[in-house]
């Protein structure tokens, strides 16, 4: 089946680097992507990676893709309080061509001053 | 314009009443989404339409009822909601059907009395 998982919470100080954690069990995934959403917002697409690359990097964020282990990763450098969110992983399976997208449980990130 | 508007922002609405919410995007973006966001959990796709045509419907309650006037617009008629509907409704657009990115809006918060 298509499942996403991700650790609920973490906590980090300000000036440091955030490493977000995701897995996914669908092996023909195409695309992968990690949204952003703040307090009463709606979603906002940080960054995604196809399938065949393995890494992705948009100037503090950084996207690496484990293909084999199935695992995928948002670094955040130099972390700011305004990077305080829920961070989203997200599939499209393999088997969609309807762009429908498979969410993780979200990622509360905590940054303190 | 990266822009997918909804509106209203925030909608209080009685069981018996009947609201609509509405959807707009001028990217050219073929396909659009409903999803619906519980607090604290991740959003859940209800409906999407590609060039116009209704190509998932979630099992989605018949009180839901999707339209799409055109390729800009999109709205979601509510009819006799119960007040476990009440939550963040997002609407989101791509490019096409297929997959890659999607442009989420803010959301319309929907409080069912």
């Known amino acids: 089946g298509e499942d996403v998982e991700q650790s609920l919470f973490l906590s980090v100080r300000e000036g440091d680097s955030s490493v977000i954690n995701c897995t996914y069990t669908?092996?023909?995934?195409?695309?992968l992507y990690w949204y952003k959403q703040e307090p009463g917002a709606g979603l906002q697409l940080l960054t995604y990676i196809f399938s065949n690359m393995d890494m992705k990097q948009d100037q503090r964020l950084t996207v690496l893709l484990n293909k084999k282990d199935k695992h995928l990763s948002l670094r955040i450098a130099d972390t700011q309080t305004g990077d305080s969110a829920i961070y989203f992983c997200?599939?499209?399976?393999?088997?969609?061509?309807?762009?429908?997208?498979?969410f993780g449980q979200g990622t509360t990130l905590q940054v303190k001053p | 314009d990266t822009e997918v508007t909804q509106t209203p922002k925030h909608l209080v609405m009685g069981m018996t009443n009947k609201k609509s919410l509405k959807c707009e995007q001028h990217?050219?973006?073929?396909?659009m989404y409903w999803y619906k966001q519980k607090a604290k959990k991740p959003p859940e796709l209800m409906f999407v339409y590609s060039y116009e045509k209704l190509s998932i419907n979630e099992s989605v309650p018949s009180r839901f009822s999707p339209e799409c006037p055109n390729s800009s617009l999109l709205n979601l008629h509510l009819h006799a909601l119960q007040p476990e509907d009440s939550a963040l409704y997002l609407c989101?657009?791509?490019?096409?059907?297929?997959?890659?990115?999607?442009?989420f809006g803010e959301g319309s918060r929907l409080t069912v009395l």
């Open positions: 669908d092996s023909s995934s195409t695309y």
């Open positions: 990217m050219g973006h073929r396909a």
């Open positions: 997200a599939e499209t399976p393999g088997s969609s061509n309807t762009g429908k997208l498979i």
């Open positions: 989101a657009s791509s490019l096409s059907g297929a997959g890659g990115e999607l442009f």
